[in-house]
């Protein structure tokens, strides 16, 4: 049997190991700087917002299944990883509708961003215009049009919008998308009507929030959320400002259930700048839309917002990709957590990806710093997968490919 040689312990060694540095006193700081993942974000997020807030980012339509769907999918990903190329200079950017990005992760429209950070939009549009990547505002979003070009005026923008009851109303938010330099809208066309979420509901959720008593409690669990809330511009749908009937008119009146594919040709009409299509969940439909002029799907779920038991959008990526893939640009979003989800979904033939919660999840943990640290998690994650999968650039990626394991 072999042994050690036992010695003397070698302090000054054991001395040098030691790091000196302080624990922060601030417990979420040394929490953030610890964080690998998304994930980990996730869970400073949830212990720093009211549990109201969390969950509202957090959760999906009524069993949340098309959800969990969506995430599991991507931990079935395989590479087809290649050995022996030359990966030491990499190069993650992307052409998207024209113009270089330097990462295909885009920012998905998410209505209320105030909520999980009093920030909010422009924090998130700072991070997109520093990082060049692409923005997506919501028509919910609790910042105007005007007031996020004005804020982040170097911010690659696009525009998210629902065809709404009365046209007018839609035109009248596209007008003010136009005069701040939003580049690209971007249809939602997976709400012709709203989605069951339950989880909002049993918490009570209302917009805007109600002061009721276990508010009180929550302000006491909470206080620093509800202190940047109280002393920080109202919550509201900032692209509706001069609405002049309830908020719950308004909700009624943002889904169209009447609206239909001739709807997209009408938007060609008063819209001459690209047009991305979001919630595609078939090849047929993206077939049918790739026929209208338009630049871009998404394929998308709404994140399992919506539809309970919809497609799972990576699975019929390949199926779009060849099917209508040289006519139009295609992007997927739903689940994306991490830069390996992203670098999957790129695999599979995606030009880009967007991201929901995820920088979501960074803004409630730590504002726009949250932001950013999402974006460098994956963006670290990305090119690390990158570089042992043997691709150099984005098409390599896309050239050596991916498949979806049946387990
Ligand atoms: C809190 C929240 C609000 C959202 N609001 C909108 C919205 O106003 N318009 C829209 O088209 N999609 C909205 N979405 C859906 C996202 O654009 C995107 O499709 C979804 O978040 C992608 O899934 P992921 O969150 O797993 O990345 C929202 C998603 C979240 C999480």
Redesign the pocket.
């Known amino acids: 049997m072999i042994r050690s040689a036992r010695k003397l312990p070698n302090l000054p060694y054991f001395w040098s190991l030691i790091d000196w540095t302080l624990p922060s006193l601030n417990p979420y700081k040394g929490k953030l700087q610890r964080a690998q993942s998304v994930d980990d974000m996730a869970t400073i997020a949830r212990k720093r917002t009211p549990k109201v807030v969390f969950d509202?980012?957090?959760g999906g339509a009524v069993d949340e299944i098309a959800?969990a769907r969506?995430?599991e999918v991507y931990s079935r990903v395989e590479f087809n990883s290649r050995v022996l190329r030359d990966v030491s200079r990499l190069d993650t950017s992307e052409i998207i509708l024209g113009k270089k990005v330097d990462l295909p992760i885009c920012f998905?429209?998410?209505?209320?961003?105030r909520l999980?950070h009093h920030v909010g939009e422009p924090a998130v549009a700072n991070v997109a215009a520093e990082k060049n990547l692409i923005y997506?505002l919501?028509?919910?979003?609790t910042t105007s049009p005007a007031e996020l070009a004005s804020a982040v005026p170097n911010s690659r923008r696009w525009f998210?919008l629902?065809v709404m009851k009365n046209r007018n109303d839609s035109l009248a938010v596209i007008k003010q998308a136009r005069e701040s330099g939003f580049e690209t809208l971007?249809l939602?066309v997976?709400?012709p009507v709203a989605g069951l979420r339950y989880r909002d509901n049993r918490n009570g959720l209302t917009i805007p929030p109600r002061i009721r008593i276990n508010t009180v409690f929550a302000i006491a669990r909470k206080p620093i959320w509800w202190l940047n809330l109280f002393t920080t511009g109202k919550l509201e749908f900032a692209a509706f400002r001069g609405w002049d009937k309830s908020l719950s008119h308004l909700a009624a009146a943002i889904f169209d259930p009447a609206t239909t594919f001739k709807d997209i040709s009408w938007l060609r009409s008063v819209w001459d700048g690209p047009i991305v299509i979001?919630?595609i969940q078939s090849v047929e439909d993206a077939k049918t839309v790739a026929k209208l002029g338009i630049q871009g799907i998404?394929l998308?779920?709404?994140?399992?917002?919506q539809f309970d038991r919809g497609p799972v959008p990576l699975e019929i990526l390949p199926d779009v990709v060849r099917a209508v893939g040289k006519k139009v640009e295609i992007y997927i979003?739903?689940?994306?957590?991490s830069g390996l989800d992203a670098l999957s979904a790129i695999a599979l033939g995606a030009k880009a990806v967007?991201?929901?919660?995820?920088y979501?999840y960074g803004a409630m943990a730590n504002g726009e710093a949250g932001v950013e640290q999402v974006i460098e998690i994956m963006r670290r994650e990305f090119e690390n997968g990158m570089a042992l999968t043997g691709a150099t650039n984005i098409a390599e990626v896309r050239k050596n490919g991916a498949r979806i394991r049946s387990w």
């Open positions: 509202y980012v957090e959800y969506s995430r998905a429209p998410t209505g209320y961003t999980m997506a919501s028509t919910m979003g998210q629902y971007v939602t997976d709400t979001k919630g998404i998308s779920n709404h994140g399992g917002r979003d739903g689940g994306i957590m967007f991201i929901g919660r995820a979501l």
